[in-house]
């Protein structure tokens, strides 16, 4: 898509959006430049909402001020790689997401920089670098500890490390029924396992599945993690789910 194509289809796509989710808004810009992740290699920022606070004794639109920036050099780069790039569904998802970033400053609310943050986590997990093994719980919580980054629905799981030990089977809940997988061999601090099998995955809840068994830990660890010098031992695995015998 050219420049100009592009360009009118951004402001088009920005006049669709109903006047009460444009408070704070002073506009939409559409840049030429193509931007480069500032942390992740080869990843490209496709928008950004610059937000400006004004000193007052409340908040809001009159306090909180934004423009959305739109960077069609970086849509281009990735347009590049991909025969199937959906220019319009890609510009709108972005432009929304930007949107998202300043209503969530008008009420003083950080949930999708946590998004934003376990995804550059995720990023760095799949790629083999090192990523904070916690990065789930700054994502979407759809339920007493499960969240979801992406498509993917992590189910957290606290365990004392004897109960650990003893068990054979580690049993979750998903999809309004119950699961079981076999034991990993090794607990670790947080340990992930990929949920394999069409029968968990083809349930109501769709993406992907993974456990995360997390080891519970003395004060003291926690203590050491917060100020950064505990390194926790990370592992993986994939496991075959089949439905609890409780459940049938």
């Not at 506009?27 to 480069?36: D, F, I, P, T, Y």
């Not at 001020?65 to 890609?90: H, I, N, P, Q």
């Not at 650990?164 to 396992?193: K, M």
Request: glycine share 8%; with cysteine; aromatic share 12%.
């Amino acid at each position: 898509m050219k420049f100009k194509e592009f360009e009118r289809a951004a402001l088009d796509a920005y006049d669709e959006i109903p006047e009460a989710y444009l408070e704070g808004i002073d506009g939409l810009v559409v840049s030429r430049e193509a931007v480069l992740h500032p942390d992740l290699p080869d990843v490209y920022t496709l928008g950004e909402c610059v937000t400006e606070e004004y000193a007052s004794d409340w908040g809001g639109p009159d306090t909180t001020r934004s423009v959305v920036v739109l960077y069609w050099g970086s849509f281009r780069m990735l347009a590049a790689d991909d025969d199937g790039f959906d220019w319009e569904g890609e510009l709108w998802e972005t432009l929304t997401h930007e949107l998202r970033h300043h209503l969530e400053s008008l009420a003083g609310d950080d949930a999708l920089e946590g998004v934003d943050y376990a995804m550059d986590a995720l990023f760095n997990r799949n790629e083999g670098r090192d990523f904070d093994p916690w990065y789930y719980q700054h994502g979407e919580e759809v339920g007493r500890g499960v969240f979801r980054v992406e498509d993917t629905c992590y189910v957290e799981l606290a365990w004392r490390l004897a109960d650990f030990e003893r068990a054979r089977w580690i049993t979750f809940g998903w999809d309004d029924r119950s699961w079981r997988v076999p034991r990993p061999q090794e607990l670790g601090d947080v340990h992930f396992v990929r949920i394999d099998g069409a029968n968990v995955e083809s349930g109501t809840s769709p993406g992907a599945v993974e456990l995360v068994l997390v080891r519970r830990r003395s004060w003291w660890e926690d203590a050491k993690r917060l100020v950064g010098t505990y390194t926790p031992v990370v592992l993986e695995s994939d496991a075959v789910a089949e439905p609890s015998p409780a459940t049938g």
